[in-house]
């Protein structure tokens, strides 16, 4: 059975930093495009940061230079690095693995930055 195990969400002050991982189990990592999306309340879910099973790495305009996603195939684990934060990042964050064929989320981990 595949789980996606997302950990490191929670209260942060605008300006900070926080480390989200994605631990997987009964899925091979390598070969999939694995993502992280956002959900706010009331929004629908976007996309954060995504990296392919090849390693290209796309971002949301709103995270570019502040947010980095990586990816360690070895321990099936995606990490999203998260600097100065804003207030609008204060979401839910899934991450997300996908092939053509099928696709797993995670349950969430909630991130809130205060003002």
């Known amino acids: 059975q595949v789980k996606l195990v997302e950990s490191g969400g929670g209260l942060v002050q605008a300006g900070g930093s926080l480390r989200l991982s994605c631990a997987g189990s009964?899925?091979?990592?390598?070969?999939?495009?694995i993502a992280w999306y956002a959900q706010a309340p009331g929004k629908q879910r976007e996309l954060v940061a995504s990296?392919?099973?090849?390693?290209?790495?796309n971002y949301a305009d709103s995270v570019k230079g502040r947010f980095t996603m990586s990816r360690d195939n070895a321990k099936n684990t995606m990490y999203l690095q998260m600097n100065s934060l804003k207030p609008e990042d204060t979401a839910v964050y899934y991450c997300?693995?996908?092939?053509?064929?099928?696709?797993?989320w995670g349950g969430g981990t909630l991130v809130t930055v205060s003002s």
């Open positions: 990296i392919s099973s090849d390693g290209r790495t």
């Open positions: 009964g899925i091979t990592f390598r070969i999939y495009d």
């Open positions: 997300n693995a996908q092939r053509p064929d099928m696709y797993y």
